[in-house]
């Protein structure tokens, strides 16, 4: 193969890798909220001027060596600056006037530079070291990005992270590594700069889906756990977490407590204000308990207008103690569905637990004393009989 088959051959397989990585963004799930959704856009945009950055190499044994030089520096921090968009949009966020202005500015100024050092005496070196650091502006941004972001537990942002560190050592480490071993002077091989080229948008095109597929997982196995209508937590979530948090407060010798409460006539407030109306009281109910809870307790949402709160670490006393706050807290608060306020009524049935019960045997002791509590009037809290 002479240089020019040799070229193209170079060119046709990472358009076909670039075309692939294209057609692959339209498949993945797009997000709702419209700026996120402009994510993929800039993720086809960061494969795309990739592709032009390996023109632009080729564009010197083609014989055009201004023109690649104008091309490759402008593309390849064009490139980097895409996967900063990419990420910034996939975390819903919008550039400023201000700050795309100094992105304008940052690549004029480095495409001078490069020309400059390019027309004056040749200088590959200098020329080479001044891209990489102009690339390092938009990486940085990058990583720092998806470092701010990473405690929210978006899930996926570790693997972007890694995508993200790789290329900044490429470009930190692997660039003046190679320049070591070229004579000076002597322009960039199109081989190891397609190589380069080519495992980049590979990464990028297995981290980003991988991601995106790895935050959906967590999005998916975060909702399998939560009623929809009050955000508490469902019945999957107590069945799966209970024998973790039993055996917890086993370990430590730690008392634990649940406490199940339901709405009083509950029925008259769908049948005077309509179903909407009682979803909408539901929520607030479970808003007015939650807010309440110490950060290790739990709401679930058993069925209907029934809940659960499971207390770890707290014995009878204190758990009566809390069911009585609750208590006074829901008879006092005032619930505004659609034009009218109403006023609800809750009753609770508190049940500590011995060493050897399970979470059943705690619910079915709460459960008696609730029945107790809604025989004896209702608003009010009652213990299970030891
Ligand atoms: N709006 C709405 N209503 C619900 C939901 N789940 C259950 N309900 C209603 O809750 C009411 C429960 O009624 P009952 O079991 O008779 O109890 P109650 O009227 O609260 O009376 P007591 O519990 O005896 O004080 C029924 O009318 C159900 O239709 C829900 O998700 N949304």
């Not at 990005?145 to 990473?150: E, G, H, K, T, V």
């Not at 960039?188 to 990464?203: K, N, P, Q, R, S």
């Not at 409460?261 to 769908?270: E, L, R």
């Not at 950060?295 to 499971?310: A, H, Q, W, Y």
Request: charged content about 15%.
């Amino acid at each position: 193969m002479n240089t020019f088959e040799q070229i193209y051959f170079l060119i046709g397989i990472l358009s076909l890798l670039v075309g692939v990585g294209v057609a692959f963004t339209f498949v993945l799930p797009v997000p709702s909220q419209r700026v996120k959704a402009q994510s993929p856009i800039y993720g086809r945009l960061f494969l795309v001027t990739l592709w032009f950055a390996f023109l632009g190499i080729c564009l010197q044994p083609l014989g055009f060596p201004l023109a690649s030089a104008a091309t490759l520096n402008l593309c390849v921090l064009l490139a980097m600056y895409m996967l900063y968009l990419t990420v910034l949009k996939r975390y819903g966020q919008v550039l400023t006037h201000k700050q795309i202005a100094m992105i304008i500015l940052h690549l004029v100024f480095c495409e001078a530079l490069s020309l400059y050092f390019y027309l004056g005496n040749n200088q590959l070196l200098i020329r080479e070291m001044l891209v990489s650091i102009c690339v390092l502006i938009p990486l940085g941004l990058t990583l720092r990005l998806i470092y701010q972001n990473i405690p929210d537990n978006r899930g996926g942002d570790e693997m972007i992270f890694i995508v993200v560190s790789l290329t900044t050592i490429g470009v930190v480490f692997g660039v003046p590594f190679y320049r070591m071993w070229l004579e000076p002077g002597e322009p960039v091989g199109t081989e190891v700069a397609f190589v380069a080229i080519f495992m980049l948008c590979l990464l990028f095109m297995l981290g980003f889906p991988a991601s995106l597929m790895q935050s959906l997982f967590i999005r998916l196995s975060t909702q399998a756990y939560i009623d929809a209508l009050t955000g508490a937590k469902n019945r999957h979530y107590l069945y799966r977490e209970s024998v973790r948090m039993l055996a917890h407060a086993q370990r430590h010798e730690q008392h634990f407590s649940v406490v199940v409460c339901d709405i009083d006539f509950f029925k008259k407030v769908n049948d005077q204000h309509g179903h909407p109306a009682g979803d909408e009281a539901l929520k607030q109910f479970a808003h007015i308990i939650s807010d309440l809870l110490r950060s290790g307790d739990t709401l679930v949402r058993m069925g209907g207008e029934e809940f659960l709160i499971v207390l770890p670490n707290a014995d009878i006393q204190q758990a009566s103690t809390m069911a009585q706050r609750l208590c006074d807290e829901v008879r006092d608060a005032e619930i505004k569905v659609e034009n009218t306020t109403l006023k609800l009524t809750a009753s609770f049935g508190v049940a500590s637990l011995n060493a050897d019960d399970t979470i059943f045997d705690g619910i079915r002791q709460a459960d008696e004393a609730l029945y107790r509590a809604k025989a004896s009037g209702r608003d009010q809290v009652k213990r299970a009989q030891s």
